[in-house]
């Protein structure tokens, strides 16, 4: 009974010592990412701006899921104003900026079409997005690293690792999602585009056919009158 009891309290020590660094690695956050996914109507510009810091990266990747010839022009600037990037009547596009303190923007241009709306997915990614606190700070919470045999730095390297894996994993999904997404909207325009034609085919065959039953039949039709 008695043993039983030290191998409860060893236990609930390494279980508490485990949460805790799980808890303490979990406040690295490596990159940050988003995606959003919006319609862009006929005649008209849209722009996004985003914060970043001095040394950090911004990746941008958009894609036109819908609409007519599945382009738009778009444009990414740094916080004083000069053009980074610059992409025109594309589909798709990836760009990465190396940034600095200060809001860029970047924006989405469909002004050259008057009748189509486009329907556009982008993802940003942000790396290095780090605060100012001191990366050797977690170490004051940590206490007792004598119990366990593997290092907490090895721990904090492959949670790290993981979760980086784990990001790209998600990131590349998403990618393939939005791509799905457009082969599918091109798809049904494709499927429309020949029902409509094979309906218009079909209407003027039997137009012709009709013609043709009918000059036959003339041909063969005596409009002389008899005299009785």
Known sequence: MEAARVLLCVLSVFAALVSERFAVLAAFSQSLDSDFTFTLPPGRKECFYQTMKRDASLEIEYQVLDGAGLDVDFFISSPS???LFSDYRKSDGVHTVETEDGDYMFCFDNTFSSV????????LI???????EDPDDWK??????DI?????EDLMDTINNVKSRLGKSVQIQTVLRAFEARDRNLQESNYDRVNFWSVVNLIVMMLVSAVQVYLVRSLFEDKRKIRT
């Open 140 to 145: 004051e919470y940590v206490h007792g690293t």
């Open 148 to 152: 366990l045999d593997m290092k907490l």
């Open 81 to 83: 104003g000069q053009v």
């Open 126 to 132: 942000l790396d290095n997005m780090d605060t100012d």
């Open 116 to 123: 189509s709306e486009k329907i556009i997915f982008f993802e």
